[in-house]
């Protein structure tokens, strides 16, 4: 029971979060949204900046699940490319809100704040299972390459988020392959 | 982020080299240089909270990469501007996050690559020095991409919609002598096309403010308040004292453009 309450507190916060940003929520609004008291609330998170970081946490960890299944390929350079196509595939799904941890790092910019520091873990993460897979395909320059990749998948999710229907995933994917062609 | 629309960086990309693929490929070291400088980085956090795209934020930028991806006979300019736009997003998001990672530098790389990829195949590109009037048609070329490729390029449409307007406009207001009316629709064309500086109202003598806010805001048409003399003044002021700021050659361009349709 307890366990539920739980995620459910946090599946609303979380809900709040995507929608109207980090910021302007206020542990008000997600208690009066899930209609349970302050103090409950409290009982399971003691604070916001708990409940902001376990949101991030379940977020990538939803995350990394969709893209172990979309990305087992045969070779190294297959599996990075369906990996960053699989990131890119999320992006131009109709209800893409962004990355969780990528737009809590631009609400909490400050490098020391706990929340940017997830983030750029996040980034972190991301970045060295690309440069991994490029190294396993004996690609020199794997860690620019990863670099490259990463900066198509931050540029993707932000330019498709604010101009959804001009296909620029497409337009991305191809920009993939030539800089994984290029490279190896 | 103004930087990104303004004349200013037009400018500066036009003086980083010869080619236009030299010209694309600057904007990433600009744009490093830029946000290095004091204080930048901060101002451009703030805006970037906002989360507008640069593409969608950026209509002059983007159609400048476009004007320079088809001179450069890039084989679907329109794709490769978007891959650039999306490197340069991108990058600047990192560069603002973790500054020092040499984003934008990495971007270029990347652009180098896209670019290497687009190159026309070698008998376009000889062509391409046969064809002396090739470039007119570029500029068409550009024109209706433009309104093809960028969805939110109402800038674009804005202008295109204009244009049908302004011969209305000449048509309606004969107290004007034409040639003065002609240049002050160009001046009014290249201030909101971003060829040319706006000047800040605060700049423009007291006396030619009301004049230019005929001019740019409510249009030439009908409007009694306009007279050649205050027309030539504030044309003669802007020549003197801002004109030095627009991208010369485009507006060259568009006097002869301008001469040849008179």
Partial sequence: MARRMREYILEVAGDLFSRQGINSTSVDNI????????????????????????????????????????????SALAELEALVVGLLDIIGEKDFKGFASIKAGVEFPQPDHPVNQ???????????????????????????????LALVVEGAAITERSQQGSDFVGHAKSLVKTLINSAS | MDLLNS???????????????????????????????????????????????????????????????TVAKLQNPAAVVAQLMILLQGAVAEELRSPGTDALLTAQQAAKAVLADARPPLATRIEKSLLAGGYAAAVTAIAILGLHVWPSGQHQQAQFAQQGTEYQEAAVV?????????????????????????????SVPQDQLQTYMHVVQSGLSSNPALDSRKLEALLAWYEQHRAWECYSKLQNKQKIILGMGV
């Fill in chain 2, 174 to 202: 004969d107290a004007i002598d034409p040639d003065l009316l002609l240049k002050a629709l160009a001046f009014k064309r290249n201030i909101q096309s971003g060829i040319c500086p706006a000047p800040s109202y605060a």
């Fill in chain 1, 118 to 148: 997830r983030s750029r873990e996040f980034s972190r993460q991301l970045r060295s299972q690309f440069a991994e897979l490029a190294e396993k395909a004996g690609i020199k320059q794997a860690e620019a390459l990863a670099l490259q």
């Fill in chain 2, 7 to 69: 004349a200013w960086l037009i400018h500066m990309i036009e003086r980083s080299g010869k080619k236009p693929a030299e010209k694309l490929l600057c904007v990433y070291s600009l744009l490093d240089t830029w946000l290095s400088a004091p204080g930048i980085r901060e101002r451009a956090l703030e805006e970037y909270a906002s989360q507008h795209s640069l593409a969608a934020a950026c209509p002059v930028l983007s159609a400048h990469l476009l004007r320079l991806a």
């Fill in chain 1, 31 to 74: 208690a009066a949204q899930a209609q349970v008291a302050k103090v409950t609330l409290y009982k399971y998170f003691k604070s916001k900046e708990l409940l902001i970081i376990e949101h991030l946490r379940t977020q990538e960890e939803k995350l990394w699940q969709r893209l172990a299944e979309a990305s087992r390929q045969e």
